[in-house]
């Protein structure tokens, strides 16, 4: 069983920065799914920014949530060390 959704910040070009339970951060972009039916709300920037974490996923909401098995398979995996640096540095 793949890890779940511990935290989520939303980022630009509708890309989401995941900690998962297992201490992995990874980068999942959304910007394929702006097309597909309930998810075209995100083309609403500041919609797609309500993203929170449930139920070890993510979810939005009108009750969009993406499978926490994708968002960790298919999230490109960046240091833990990095992703918190990154947090540091912003205002």
Aim: glycine fraction near 6%.
């Amino acid at each position: 069983m793949n890890p779940r959704v511990k935290a989520v910040v939303s980022r630009d070009n509708y890309r989401l920065e995941i900690t998962f339970t297992n201490g992995e951060v990874g980068i999942f972009d959304c910007g394929h799914l702006l097309r597909f039916g309930v998810f075209r709300e995100f083309e609403d920037i500041r919609y797609f920014r309500r993203a929170r974490v449930a139920h070890g996923t993510v979810v939005w909401p009108h009750e969009q949530d993406i499978c926490p098995d994708t968002l960790y398979e298919d999230s490109t995996k960046v240091s833990p060390v990095s992703a918190e640096q990154r947090h540091a540095a912003e205002p």
